[in-house]
């Protein structure tokens, strides 16, 4: 099995640092991701607020990703590319956004993503863990013939959900496995209730994070058989599963980066990097330490000090 990095606590403080100015860069996309503003507009938002945290960017330059953001629109899964496209009210956006700080010689990177619903209301990570969700479902809320909105905002709050569960599936877990196993339970309660099934992307996993942005080991989001790594402290991981409306097929656009659902369903990803620690878990992209969004689960997470 490939080399797991494991992290000190003076590292995992470091990531930290990372994950402070990507729920900085976070808060700045709120804020102006409005109706009219172009993608491209959105990726000088997220380099100034890098730029501000005194950090540097992940994506600008990997392998040629050429923005600092990626932007994913309606049907688009996972690193849309900012241009010229202008937010519509409705339109359901990802942001996935990362930094790194040199620290020691060495890079320590933070990677989160969240998605909206243009024009609508930001609920925050206590009002959700409270049970506020995407404005009415409506009393068609169990249809297969939902409106279109009311399937995104299901789809987006679905998919936030699950990336609580996994997360918090992670203080009491044994495997990596156990993200996975959290995201299908979710799920799958929402098939019921929803009264139809969220497609959950294979293809496109999360990651381990630490002097590089993507390390091992793969975090799926779907129940897998077989063993996975056993959870240890020190491990740092970038869980984020991106659910969608319809088939899990996707295809990905001939500038080798956009990927969208075939079927022209939308897309909803949710992300945050949390450390495994002798004590329990942090969530180092939550100014919070993922307190809010944990307590539904009965997690208090760790304040990691700098």
Known sequence: MPRIELKTRRQVAWMREAGLVVAQIHRALREAAVEGVTTRELDAVSAEAIRAGGAHSNFLNYYGYPATVC??????????IPGDYRLQAGDIVSFDCGAWVERSGLQWHG???FSIIVGEPWIDDA?????ERSADYGDDAASSSLPAMVKRRQLNDVTRESLWAALAALAS???VFAVGDAVENVVA???????????????????????????????????????????????VLAVEPMLVGGSIVTDTDADEW??????????AHWEHTVAILEDGISVLTAPDFG?????????????VEG
């Open 71 to 80: 932007i994913s629109v309606n049907d688009v899964v996972v690193h849309g």
């Open 111 to 113: 990677d989160a993503a």
């Open 127 to 131: 009002a959700f863990a409270a049970g």
């Open 173 to 175: 877990g044994r495997r």
């Open 189 to 235: 309660e929402a098939t019921v209730t929803f009264g139809w099934e969220p497609g959950i992307i294979e293809e496109y996993t999360g990651h381990g994070i630490g002097t590089a942005m993507h390390q091992e080991p793969d975090v799926v989001n779907f129940r897998a058989r077989g063993l996975s790594p056993k959870l240890r402290p020190g491990m």
């Open 258 to 267: 956009t990927v969208r659902t075939r079927d022209g369903q939308d897309a």
């Open 291 to 303: 307190a809010a969004g944990l307590a539904p689960y009965g997690v208090t997470p760790v304040v």
